[in-house]
């Protein structure tokens, strides 16, 4: 089984008004491919920062990050950014919903930024916003929307290009059991399943 993620001695050094943090020490990580895999750890341990360098959100002090078969420690910004946009879906752990756009609308957000035209944005977002049922809040916008209701548009928005790396950040925290429970269902059933529908 190949790997999705291949982490070889990764560094994270922040530099402060304080001095060093080191968020990170020497990570070696494989993570292989079709598999659903839990990092866990106490607060401030560096998940965050981890799933931010895998998802190509930031970058390694030093170290080699390799997603999906590409070495992304040195891509230059503009095809980190492309790779990023096509192969990685991330749910972040506050949503980071676009305020002034409704969910149907945030959801096409990336599909839009890919290229691809409007009306099939629009019926590929529908079609994801019903998976997570959210189909009769399309129309609202966030601040409308339950702390549950926005992470569930937010996953539908990271299943928007079809990514194949899904990298999901504490997407149980900030909502209720049932909604807790109803998210994790669904999301071992994408990858059972390999993921969303296309269309």
Known sequence: MSEAVYLEGVHKIYRTAAGEVH??????LKIPSATATALMGPSGS???????IISTLDRPTSGTVVVLGTDVTNLDERRLERFRLLKIGYLFQSYNLVPYLTALQ???????????PRDLA??????LLRLVGLEDSAERYPIQLSGGMQQR????RALANSPELLILD???SN???E?????LSLILALNKRGGPPSS
């Open 175 to 177: 909502v209720d059991l």
């Open 23 to 28: 968020a990170l020490r020497g990570v070696t």
């Open 106 to 116: 945030n959801v096409m957000l990336p599909m839009l930024a890919a290229g691809m």
């Open 122 to 127: 629009k019926a590929k977002a529908k079609l």
């Open 153 to 156: 548009a937010a996953l539908a």
């Open 179 to 183: 909604n807790a429970s109803a998210i």
């Open 46 to 52: 560096g998940k965050t920062t981890l799933l931010n």
């Open 170 to 172: 504490e997407p149980t």
